[in-house]
């Protein structure tokens, strides 16, 4: 199983950016999907982002409808590493972001239920 640990959250202002990080220890990443989710205050977790794998050397990226065009999602398998560039952040996007690694589907994978690792999370907060 693979074991992710976040990092990158904080405070910052309407507008500003963060570059969230998700290094993953135990299993290459390159046969991964690896996806971003999200829990606002008293809300449930959100699909945001994933990486999932296209071809034995491609991945095709998806989006949340909320965040495309402001986020990007990369990885960098050398170093077994994801990251998710946050750009134009809004207060509604402050919350708790989850890494997760799931098995790759051939298909899109926004489900929770598609990813089996999971990190701690790291809180983003966007003030108004």
């Known amino acids: 199983q693979v074991q992710l640990a976040e990092s990158g959250g904080g405070l910052v202002q309407t507008g500003g950016s963060l570059r969230l990080s998700c290094v993953a220890s135990?299993?290459?990443?390159?046969?991964?999907?690896m996806g971003w989710f999200r829990q606002a205050p008293g809300k449930e977790r959100e699909f945001v982002t994933v990486s999932r794998r296209n071809t034995v050397l491609t991945y095709a990226l998806d989006y949340a409808d909320s965040v495309k065009g402001r986020f990007t999602i990369s990885r960098d398998n050398a170093k077994n590493t994801v990251y998710l560039q946050m750009n134009s952040l809004k207060p509604e996007d402050t919350g708790v972001y989850y890494c997760?690694?799931?098995?790759?589907?051939?298909?899109?994978?926004?489900?929770?239920?598609?990813?089996?690792?999971w990190g701690q999370g790291t809180q983003v907060t966007v003030s108004s």
């Open positions: 135990g299993r290459a990443i390159r046969t991964y999907n």
């Open positions: 997760a690694a799931g098995a790759t589907t051939g298909g899109t994978s926004s489900l929770e239920s598609d990813f089996a690792s």
